[in-house]
């Protein structure tokens, strides 16, 4: 009897850990895939995905934030499949700041940086310590830094590059205030700041965009367009989960393409050929 009972717990010891193996990584939702975004542009892209979707047998439930938190966490703990609101620079040190294991799938789309007028009409009409508002968190500052930079009206710490703060602008000829607002904020606070450097999703959710209203904007062939391309993320191991690369599949599709151009005309640019 003890010996039909050790063999019994055996057995199920071994399907415990074979089921445990199997499953790893794998995306629970077969057929579904929830996904957060933030609302523009990256939700409004992913609507138009829906019915490409169904028609290949996958219901896909857009899931839609405000922060660029909660996603990187809800994708790491499963409670979301994917994610697409942020780029690669700002995953990289999301990972490392929280222990996340969220990863790149592809990249999809860009969207410029843009320097847009508060209370001063141009740049050249700056004067001396006037305030420019930047978004506070690490990767989207430095950004807004080089933009600055490349306008000169600050110059950084040689070798700074994409990881530059405030603490390395090493010249400031106009001695020009910088205050670090959340992302999100910077929008809400144009009337109060002389100029405002926005990302280019919250621009789009203010009305603005970036090639027509911004006095100045990123470079489309610069570096930073590749380096700050938006990207679909997954928890690590389920890279290759097959509802996933139809989920990919559709949104490099020709279709979503000419609606990204079309639709926000410069102020997000495709990056997939």
Known sequence: MKKTLLVILTLLLLIGIFAGCSSKGAKPNDGKIVIGASVTPHA??????????????????????????????????????????????????????????????????????????????????????????????????????????AQGLIKLKEGTGFYATVLDIVENPK????????????????EDVDLAVINGNYAIQAGLNASTDALAVEDKDSDAAQTYANVLCVKEGNEDDKDIKVLLEVLQSEEIKKFIEETYEGAVVPIFD
């Open 175 to 190: 001695n020009l205030q910088i205050k670090e607002l959340a992302a999100e904020q910077l929008t809400h606070s144009l």
């Open 44 to 149: 409004q892209i992913l609507k138009q995905t829906e019915q490409m979707l169904k028609d290949k047998g996958i219901e896909l439930e857009i899931v839609e934030f405000t922060d660029y938190v909660q996603p990187n966490k809800a994708v790491d703990e499963g409670s979301l499949d994917a994610n697409y609101f942020q780029h690669q620079p700002y995953l990289d040190q999301f990972n490392k700041d929280n222990g996340t294991k969220v990863v790149s799938v592809a990249s999809i789309h860009y969207e410029p940086f843009g320097i847009f007028p508060g209370k001063t009409a141009t740049i050249e009409e700056l004067k001396d310590g006037a305030v420019i508002s930047v978004p506070n968190d690490g990767t989207n500052e430095a950004r807004a830094l080089m933009l600055l930079e």
